[in-house]
């Protein structure tokens, strides 16, 4: 746990990022026992849209208790929020529930004694049967207890791009590149045209989350998959031409991608400032917004190279342990896994369904694609959004990042990925 402990100066951090989207400090005085206290950082914008209506089905399902937004500012669950939490996990003011990523991310709040093993609620809601296999075999520890409930399943490795970018410069205007070269040719020739960033990127995770992008696509899913358990050499030069082209990809975007979050990095894309930009499908409210059409004023496709693969993770909820009433807990996790919750949230999150349940006719056009892929492609985990690593090691993987962005070697990074792993 020690990699997550919270240092006063991050927690100062965090308080005033929270300014904006909640008060923490002055939620316990909420508190009775028919209120559910609710974690996540879906504090702002488009996500905080979604959690708004899972809340408004649970308090459908549930009158008698009253959602309290727990949750405080920090897309992608940042360092910040993490920590934030944890620290509120560590004095014993837990959050009666909080959404984690379903996989290795909750090893260590397993370990810690944090939260609690569902796998009865499993048994008496039958979720067993409506997860999918794949999604189950990341739920399950290995002595086969289960600790949260997933509301939905993202993809990681998807392209946006502004078709009118693009075709304004000669390019082809569907963004699928069969690998990073071509890729990287088409952001030079913008550049060369006088598109100054053509690749939008964001702050600290949203770095981490391109290079494991650009590493499934330069090493396939297999070696991808081995990076996380071994298998694959971190030291290979496989990894070192994937940290090369993430080198050069950076060099095609905006400088300011320190002090933007994610979400304004979209934003760039959706007004052509970039014509690229890769995210997970949480932006798709972003593009989707005010009748802008798929496929005409966006399109969003696989990232270079990732084509027929489906990187994965899950918003999922725990139950904490210590809590006052863990049948509003569970009544909370009861709403998150229906088919009503589940088919509300989604409609606006961008994400799939983890049910298997629920009428794909339901979803947009490019959630259509992602049912396709999800139910089809081989699945990989998620780095960035903590399907493939605990947060100990995440921890360690950003902070590379981030100092790769300031000094850019290259050997440096690979040690530092490959000792991350020990
Ligand atoms: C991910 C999370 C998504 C979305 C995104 C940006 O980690 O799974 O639901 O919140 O971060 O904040």
């Known amino acids: 746990m020690a990699a997550v402990a919270a240092s006063a100066a991050a927690l100062s951090l965090v ?81 009666d529930t909080f959404a984690a990523h379903a996989g290795a991310e909750l090893d260590d ?163 052509g400032k970039s014509a690229f930009n890769i995210m997970g499908d949480w932006a798709l409210p972003v593009y989707a917004a005010e009748g802008r059409q798929y496929g005409k004023d966006y399109v969003v496709v696989p990232s270079p190279g990732t084509n027929g693969v489906f990187d994965f993770l899950a918003d999922s909820f725990t139950m904490s342990t210590g809590i006052l009433d863990e049948d509003a807990a569970r009544a909370w996790l009861e709403t998150v896994s229906s088919k009503e919750g589940q088919l509300e949230f989604n409609r606006i999150k961008g994400s799939i369904p983890a049910r298997t349940d629920v009428d794909p006719g339901q979803f947009n056009e490019y959630q259509k694609t992602a049912f396709e892929s999800f139910n089809n492609d081989p699945i990989v985990s998620s780095v960035a959004h903590g399907a493939a690593v605990p947060v100990s090691q995440l921890t360690k993987i950003t902070a590379a990042a981030v100092a790769f962005e300031k000094d850019g070697d290259v050997a440096k990074l690979q040690a530092a990925l490959a000792a991350s792993a020990g």
């Open 109 to 271: 709040y397993i370990e810690g004694g944090f939260i609690q093993d569902l796998t009865p609620l499993y048994k008496k809601l039958g979720l067993k049967e409506v997860f999918p296999k794949s999604l189950m075999d990341q739920l399950k520890t290995q002595d086969g207890k289960i600790y949260s409930v997933p509301s939905n399943i993202h993809r990681a490795n998807l392209l946006w791009a502004n078709p009118a970018v693009l075709e304004k410069h000669g390019l082809d205007t569907s963004g699928q590149y069969e690998d990073l070269d071509s890729f990287i040719a088409d952001l030079e020739t913008l550049k060369q045209a006088g598109v100054e960033y053509p690749l939008s990127v964001a702050n600290e995770w949203p770095q981490v989350h391109l290079l494991e992008t650009v590493l499934l696509g330069e090493l396939g899913a297999e070696a991808y998959d081995g990076l996380w358990d071994g298998t694959t050499d971190w030291n290979g030069p496989e990894v070192t031409a994937a940290l090369e082209d993430y080198k050069q990809l950076l060099s095609f975007s905006n400088p300011t991608r320190n002090e933007m979050e994610w979400d304004a990095a979209s934003t760039m894309v959706v007004e």
């Open 15 to 95: 308080l005033s990022a929270c300014a904006a989207g909640s008060t923490p400090g002055d939620k316990p005085s909420l508190r009775t026992h028919e209120d559910v206290t609710v974690y996540t950082w879906w504090a702002s914008g488009v996500e905080k849209q979604g959690l708004d209506k899972l809340a408004e089905v649970f308090e459908q399902q549930h009158p008698g208790i009253t959602f309290v937004n727990d949750g405080v500012m920090g897309g992608g669950g940042s360092s910040t929020s993490k920590e934030y939490l944890q620290t509120r996990l560590e004095t014993q003011d837990p959050p």
